[in-house]
């Protein structure tokens, strides 16, 4: 039993090695990839088919927002989010050998946590969609 509770963790963690860093990988998503919108955050994403191993998420907070405690804030937030909803992508990405690299833009930096989650949540689903038609193509 122990087991399985541990296993369930190791699905929720997020590891900096699980997160997009760089200017060029991240000017290639700008230049690019899809964009989706909601209300109070953009994802910009990327697939590769044919790089299951690949599964990379950045989160932008712009000047814009405010001070860097705010932007700091709603970074945390969207982190967050899509740490506890990242299986969405991961486990099809994996399923359907399609690598996927995307950054969650914020809009807005006084945006409940309950409004972010349930944003990526959406976004996520979007791009679940996005890689299972992919793959069957």
Do not use: W
């Not at 997160?19 to 953009?42: A, S, V, W």
């Not at 740490?83 to 833009?105: K, M, N, P, V």
């Amino acid at each position: 039993m122990k087991d399985s509770a541990n296993s369930n963790r190791r699905k929720y963690i997020l590891p900096r090695s699980r997160i997009l860093r760089g200017r060029e990988p991240i000017q290639r998503l700008f230049q690019k990839g899809r964009m989706l919108r909601e209300q109070h955050m953009d994802l910009r994403y990327l697939l590769f088919p044919g790089q299951p191993g690949i599964c990379l998420a950045g989160f932008i907070a712009g000047k814009r927002l405010g001070k860097a405690h705010e932007r700091n804030l709603i970074k945390r937030r969207m982190r967050e989010a899509y740490r506890q909803h990242q299986y969405l992508i991961r486990d099809i990405s994996q399923s359907a050998e399609i690598g996927f690299q995307g950054i969650l833009i914020a809009k807005n930096a006084t945006v409940p946590y309950q409004a972010i989650e349930q944003e990526c949540i959406r976004l996520l689903t979007a791009v679940n969609r996005h890689i299972r038609e992919q793959a069957h193509s």
